[in-house]
């Protein structure tokens, strides 16, 4: 399996896709980072912050998400090489949980300009705001922007990167069994799409409902796990990581389920 | 122990009630290149998948180098390299990077290799060109260079020969045959090309609606191949009926010229032309004749229907 994940982070080192994803992101972060720092100070219209929201994290993963597990995966059924990796020795326990771990590095690595601008940005000590629109980094950002930063702080804030790389490559965990039983990139970018906008509808349907809001906060998806700043416990990062975790073990199950007996062309 | 790199006993595969592949029981030893001639849709690149663990069988079982089971065939198939329908490679990539990534994955530390096998198939003056570039012919040359890493034990390979310049199919020839006689390495080829796979192969499996109808050596192949006897008479129609019910064979083919080749009887010619002549048919021609691995394989799959 460790062979499988080398070979795919070779891959992913020579694809020109994932260098283009990461050159949007850049510059996404930092058209984020530049219009929650001019809103609040009133550069720009408040109203703005709608657009704001498309370069945030949570918007650009969600469309890139879906891309980056097409090159990936429904790539690698197009150019045979998972057909080769089985006809080879590998089992297809072994095919699925590489992939899921390529995609988690692979989405880490995307969102990675989000999370050193948003350290960056943190650390001007300016303050930033996008009302109520902000999720993920860019919650972080308008969150903790203009607090004065104690050395524990910066620790913490480290950590809440780490978790929150963690939540977003669990939600985009669903996109294995989707491009593993489609094999198509752009039924995985459409759905995925769609899902994350049901995502946001649930959440809403999860504040108004007690047993709906428990039921959805067990995936990375509900409760706060994308709302994360200096306030939140300890406690409360943990249960972030194991639900993610948690979430990813049930998405890569499903998966092998779907793969194990599935016939390739 | 066992001297056979495959067998398989009743491999069976039904889809959706369609059966692709009918109690097929072959065996393959080293040292050997097998032809698998078959039609389109005969079921040549589906025994292939089933070979390569990229479809499971109905019934009947799959033993590779002794052994079988599901566990025990992924270990053993660590030995096989495979070229299936179309070659597998990554577009994006150099042929060099491309062995590269294939080498990592299969856990090969010989970096070497990888000039080694460009040099072997004729790609190694390709340098900075992506894959997705190279002509047909190119890119079966990097199939082959894949499946061929790590000294697979058994080779499989659907149409390798598919877009490749008569230069080249003399260069995959001669790569074939050295691979099997040099490392005693089993192949198993499908082509269409069947005079090219005449001079490839050392043994055939033909292969006809999932049935194989016949696995046979050159040299039965050969003997088979050059006799029959050739019969000219201006009522074929009449005389294929009277080989039927008179002499009891089908093993005939109605050719478009309108003359017979007669691939039974061979040391019975004088019975033959008693029976014609009794009939009232007029032979215009009746001699023994060779054949080609052409006219063969359409005489076993069910004569003239399927030429």
């Not at chain 1, 300016?126 to 972080?140: D, K, R, S, W």
């Not at chain 1, 491009?179 to 946001?200: D, E, T």
């Not at chain 2, 000039?115 to 047909?136: D, I, P, Q, W, Y």
């Amino acid at each position: 399996m460790l062979n499988l994940i080398q070979a795919d982070l070779y891959k992913l080192r020579k694809s020109r896709a994932i260098k283009v994803l990461l050159a949007m992101t850049t510059v996404s972060a930092t058209v984020m980072a530049v219009m929650a720092y001019l809103i609040p100070q009133g550069q720009i219209d408040a109203s703005m912050t709608g657009i704001g929201f498309m370069f945030s994290d949570m918007n650009m993963i969600s469309i890139l998400g879906g891309v980056i597990a097409g090159i990936l995966i429904c790539g690698d059924f197009d150019n045979k090489t998972i057909q080769d990796a089985i006809a080879s020795g590998f089992g297809r326990a072994a095919i699925v949980i590489g992939k899921a771990a390529v995609l988690g590095v692979a989405v880490a690595l995307v969102l990675l300009p989000y999370a050193v601008v948003t350290a960056v940005a943190l650390g001007t000590g300016h303050p930033f705001g996008m009302e109520n629109v902000a999720l993920g980094f860019l919650h972080l950002l308008t969150a903790e922007g203009g607090s004065a930063f104690a050395a524990a702080d910066i620790w913490k804030t480290v950590f809440i990167i780490l978790t929150l790389l963690l939540v977003y490559a669990a939600q985009l965990s669903i996109c294995v069994p989707l491009a593993f039983l489609l094999r198509k990139p752009i039924f995985v970018v459409a759905i995925y799409y769609g899902f994350s906008i049901l995502c946001a509808q649930l959440m809403r349907l999860g504040d108004g409902s007690h047993w709906f809001g428990s039921l959805f906060s067990s995936t990375p998806y509900g409760g706060r796990h994308a709302f994360m700043s200096l306030e939140t416990g300890a406690g409360d990062m943990l249960a972030t990581a194991v639900v993610s975790f948690m979430f990813m073990i049930v998405t890569t199950a499903v998966t092998y389920a779907a793969f194990r007996r599935a016939e390739l062309k | 122990m066992t001297s056979h790199v495959l067998k398989t006993n009743g491999l069976t595969k039904r889809y959706r009630g369609f059966v692709a592949l009918r109690d097929v029981s072959i065996a393959m030893e080293p040292g050997k290149i097998y032809g698998l001639i078959g039609q389109n849709g005969a079921g040549k690149t589906t025994l292939m998948r089933l070979l390569a663990g990229l479809s499971f069988p109905t019934e009947g079982s799959i033993l590779l180098f002794g052994h079988g089971g599901e566990r025990a065939l992924r270990e053993e198939r660590k030995r096989l390299g495979c070229m299936i329908e179309h070659p597998g490679f990554v577009p994006h990539m150099t042929a060099q990077e491309n062995l590269t990534l294939y080498r990592t994955m299969r856990g090969i530390p010989n970096k070497e290799i990888e000039h080694e096998l460009l040099e072997l198939v004729g790609l190694a003056g390709t340098g900075n060109k992506k894959a997705r570039n190279f002509s047909l012919g190119m890119k079966q040359r990097l199939g082959i260079a894949i499946a061929l890493l790590g000294n697979p034990e058994l080779l499989i390979l659907d149409e390798p020969i598919n877009g490749l310049d008569p230069l080249g199919v003399i260069e995959i020839r001669n790569l074939l045959k050295k691979l099997c006689e040099e490392r005693h390495m089993a192949i198993l080829i499908s082509s269409h090309n069947l005079p090219e796979l005449y001079q490839t192969a050392t043994d055939y499996i033909i292969i006809h609606q999932g049935e194989i109808k016949q696995t046979l050596t050159q040299e039965q192949l050969d003997e088979n191949c050059k006799h029959h006897i050739l019969i000219g008479c201006d009522q074929p129609e009449k005389l294929a009926g009277v080989l039927e019910t008179q002499l009891n064979t089908t093993k005939f083919q109605v050719m478009p010229d309108k003359t017979v080749k007669l691939y039974d009887y061979l040391n019975r010619k004088d019975a033959v032309a008693r029976t014609l002549f009794e009939n009232g048919i007029v032979a215009t021609k009746f001699s023994i004749e060779g054949d080609t691995l052409e006219n063969y394989f359409i005489s076993v799959i069910g004569g003239e229907r399927h030429a």
